[in-house]
Every structure is written in structure tokens, then in C-alpha cells.
């Protein structure tokens, strides 16, 4: 649990609307709201105990065999659903020069259709509240998670299960206008999914909206705070909260002239805007990587067994079947292939200020899964496990000093889940470390040989996050932590 953590104390409550304004400063008004104003704190945890009760789930690992409505093509081996939607599990070939390991082949989850992940806006007692979702998933370690309002595939929400209605989709599909606060395509684990995207959304709606019977409505200090419990913010509700626009100004301290400082993040910031995007775009063009779809049957370092497909030194991870009943999914029961890691993942950040601004270093990581390449990493990313048999030279870069601090400098350090719809028990450590100005200095702010890193201010990985496949989702769920803290 993060420092700020304890904020999360309990006051009453009330309803009612508010007036309009600039985004950013009616959203520094809700993060400034801690205490509750809809929904008390002890009314929220309350609730949410309620919910977890009222969403009980079983899940139970089956042999691949026991499968409903999924099996394995007789031609290729590829794992799919009978309807040709949801998706595919198929394998892929790996050519690329980043990273320790030039070659390889793998599994890999492909579902080529947009999501929508949306959460809804609107003011209570003046005040911006966020409708969000206590959704119980599969894969989750927990069971229920706090979720947006809405997170659907379109298999989901054109109803190809036979289920009932998403809620709230209309919100989201047509939006009023001038309603529509972020608006972007979000890649997601470009390791596990081959080049997926969801549409990333917040909306604001009227007071015509209500909560519904797992829908409350809280203020962002509530679920800014929410974000330091471990497994509790689900990863679709964190890569939307980063989506925000940011409310909050871009330097310490006054701003002499006048003038925003959220205006001078690129002129105070060590590397400009389009110094950044021209190294990303510099990054993108000079590394290789080759991917080549493979029948799931055809891939080598990889064993079919009756109720898994694992690596054959057991890294990385298996894909395996889960028989599932919810009384609270748009479908009572059915079965599905998840995917299930290896070990507890690590994604880090380095923070440090340069002339009063608060800068992350971030990494211009390639993975085969993603569509454009490379996008924004945090410093660190991956599980430690899987390169514990590598030599010191081979291993994540930063990964010793994020560690090393971590225990007594840390600004954010949480065990949060991934995602619970289509991985089993992925969890991974998210943690925020600021060093201070000598570390990890040189002429140019970093060692020789680190051509893929750079110090960003915050407020540019905000400008970023504006458009699609920038950062990738482990970076995302950083710069939402990393908002909460400052």
C-alpha cells in the first residue's frame, strides 16, 4: 500500500449537480476530495464487502477436453471458439535485435476486435464523481475488483454469448457532444496479445445517470487512494484513469511570468516534446523485430498437455482452461482458455525532479505484440523470474537500483492485478522510486549505452496519452499510481 493510502478516511455524504468548467480544474477538485462526498469511505468498503459477497464465482481448472463452445483446429492447433469471435490462440515466430534473446517462438492471445473500456463522469454536490463497478473476472486472484463502468469486447456487447445487455454502453457509443473528456486506442500486453487494442474512454454524463446495483459513484481522490490497496483497482479501470487529463501543475513551486505551468512542461522540461517523439519515432525505425503467425501445433520450446500448454523449462507462461459460474456476468456459466504467468511480474519507475519538474525515466521497449513496434515503458518491466538464469549483463537494466530503494524510498509500491478476462492470478508490483539528482547522472542525464531511456516530465506522458500507442499498459498503470502520489 502507497503512503497516500491512509488519505482514505471516511466522511458523509450527498447528492445533487454541479456546474461546468475547465476538465483539469474540476478534476484537481475531485482528487482534492478524498474523504467522499456521494459515497463515504466506510460506506464504500462496506459496499464493496457487500458485493464480493453478492458475486460469488467458482472457478475451476478443467482439462482442455471439457471445454464448452472451444477446442483446438484439427489443421492447425489453434485454440479457438466455435464462433470464430472472442479469441484465438495461436503461436508466433520471433525475430528481433532488443533484448537478450534474438529468436524464439511462443504462444500468443490474438483478438483483433476493439474493446471499449469507459468510465462515466458526472457531478454530485459540484463535485466530478466517477461511476465505477465492483466486476467479479475469472483470472482474478480476488474474485471481484473495481472496475470502469464499462469493459466489453465487441464479441461482449453484440452479444454473441446470448447474454443480457452491458450496462451504460449507449454513454459510450454515442457520446453527447462536447461530453467526451479522453478518447484514445490503448494497446495492452504486447508480450501476451498480439496487437490488441481497446478503445480507452471517459464521458460525461447527467444526472439521468444512476448506479446501478454494482455501480457506485466515487470521487477520484477515493479511487486515487483505492489505488494503493493491493488487487482492488482492476487493470482496465487503471489504464482509463491515465487517460485523464492531468489536473495537476506541471512544476514546483510559482510559475514567474504568469502564465499556466501546465503550458511549460515542454520548455521546462529536459528534453522537449518533439526531441521526445522524434527519439520514440528514431527508436521505432532502428529496431527489428520480425513476427510470423504459426499454427499453435508448430511451435517448438512449447508442451500440450491434457489441461495446459507450458514452456518447456516451465518460464514465462501456460495457457490453461477454466470452467467458470458468476451470478453476476451477462452470462451465469461457460468455460474458456486463460492465460496463466509464471511468477509475480515487476514494473518500476525511476522518478526525479530536474529544475523543480518531476520526470520518470522511460523506456522505448519493443515487444512482439505490439502494433507500432515500440511505445513507452516504465523503467523497468518484466519478471524477474524469467531472467533469474540469465548472466548480470543480460538482465533489465535498473532493475538493482529500483530494488535496492524500493523498501525505504518507494512513493508507490502495490501488488495489482492484471487482466482478469483473459489472464488467471497475473499479478504484478508496481513500484515508484524517486533518486535523487547525482543518481544515475552523466553530461546527458543518463549512462553510456542507454539509448532507449530518457527522463520525461509527467506532464508530457500526459500529452502523450492523448493519442494512441504511446504508452504501453505497464506505463500507464505507473502514471495513474504516480498522479495519486504527487
Avoid at 75 to 84: D, E, F, M, P
Avoid at 154 to 162: A, Q
Avoid at 396 to 418: G, I, K, M, N, Y
Wanted: hydrophobic content about 40%.
Amino acid at each position: 500500500m502507497h503512503k497516500a493510502s491512509a488519505a482514505l478516511t471516511s466522511r458523509g455524504s450527498g447528492t445533487g449537480s454541479g456546474t461546468g468548467g475547465e476538465p483539469a480544474a474540476r478534476l484537481a477538485v475531485s482528487a482534492a476530495a478524498t474523504d467522499g462526498v456521494a459515497m463515504s469511505n466506510a460506506a464504500f468498503f462496506e459496499w464493496f464487502d457487500e458485493r464480493r459477497r453478492e458475486q460469488p464465482q467458482q472457478v475451476r481448472r478443467i482439462p482442455f477436453s471439457e471445454l464448452s463452445g472451444w477446442g483446438f483446429d484439427q489443421a492447425t492447433g489453434n485454440l479457438q471458439h466455435r464462433s470464430g469471435r472472442f479469441f484465438t490462440v495461436h503461436g508466433l515466430r520471433v525475430r528481433s535485435d532488443f533484448g537478450p534473446v534474438p529468436e524464439w517462438e511462443q504462444p500468443i492471445i490474438n483478438q483483433p476486435e476493439f474493446g471499449i473500456l469507459g468510465i462515466a463522469v458526472r457531478e454530485i454536490d459540484g463535485v466530478l464523481h466517477l461511476l465505477m463497478q465492483a466486476k467479479s473476472e475469472p483470472g482474478n486472484i480476488n474474485g471481484v475488483q473495481l472496475s470502469p463502468t464499462i469493459q466489453a469486447t465487441k464479441s461482449n456487447y453484440s452479444r454473441v454469448h446470448g447474454g443480457s445487455a452491458v450496462k451504460y454502453l449507449e454513454s459510450f457509443h454515442r457520446p453527447a457532444p462536447g461530453s467526451v473528456l479522453a478518447d484514445s486506442l490503448q494497446s495492452e500486453q504486447g508480450t501476451w496479445f498480439y496487437r490488441k487494442r481497446n478503445r480507452n474512454m471517459v464521458v460525461e454524463v447527467g444526472p439521468e445517470v444512476e448506479a446501478g446495483e454494482d455501480f457506485c459513484w466515487l470521487t477520484l481522490g477515493q479511487v486515487n487512494a483505492l489505488l494503493g490497496f493491493d488487487n482492488l483497482v482492476n487493470m482496465d479501470a487503471r489504464t482509463v484513469l491515465s487517460c485523464l487529463p492531468d489536473w495537476q501543475p506541471a512544476v514546483t513551486g510559482e510559475v514567474s511570468d504568469g502564465a499556466p505551468a501546465t503550458s511549460l512542461h515542454s520548455a521546462m522540461s529536459l528534453h522537449s516534446d518533439t526531441e521526445v517523439r522524434s527519439w520514440l519515432t528514431q527508436r521505432r525505425i532502428e529496431h527489428e523485430i520480425i513476427t510470423t503467425a504459426l499454427p499453435l501445433n508448430d511451435v517448438t520450446g512449447w508442451e500440450r498437455w491434457d489441461d495446459r500448454i507450458e514452456h518447456e523449462r516451465g518460464r514465462y507462461f501456460s495457457i490453461i482452461a477454466v470452467d467458470v459460474s458468476s451470478g453476476r456476468r451477462e452470462v451465469p456459466a461457460w468455460s474458456q482458455p486463460l492465460l496463466h504467468p509464471s511468477g509475480v511480474g515487476l514494473a518500476g519507475l525511476l522518478v526525479r525532479h530536474i529544475d523543480g519538474v518531476l520526470h520518470a525515466l522511460m523506456r522505448a521497449r519493443v515487444e512482439p505484440g505490439l502494433l507500432d513496434i515500440a511505445e513507452l515503458a516504465p523503467t523497468v518491466q518484466g519478471t524477474p523470474g524469467n531472467y533469474a538464469h540469465l548472466p548480470a549483463e543480460d538482465r533489465p537494466p535498473f532493475q538493482e537500483e529500483l530494488l535496492e530503494r524500493s523498501t525505504e524510498q518507494a512513493l508507490f509500491d502495490s501488488v495489482l492485478s492484471e487482466e482478469g478476462g483473459r489472464f488467471h492470478h497475473a499479478e504484478c508490483r508496481y513500484v515508484i522510486t524517486e533518486v535523487a539528482d547525482d543518481v544515475l547522472e552523466t553530461e546527458d542525464g543518463l549512462r553510456p549505452g542507454h539509448e532507449e531511456f530518457r527522463w520525461m516530465s509527467v506532464t508530457q506522458l500526459g500529452e502523450l496519452l492523448k493519442y494512441s500507442s504511446q504508452l504501453n499498459v505497464q506505463a500507464r498503470t505507473l502514471v495513474a499510481a504516480l498522479r495519486s502520489v504527487r
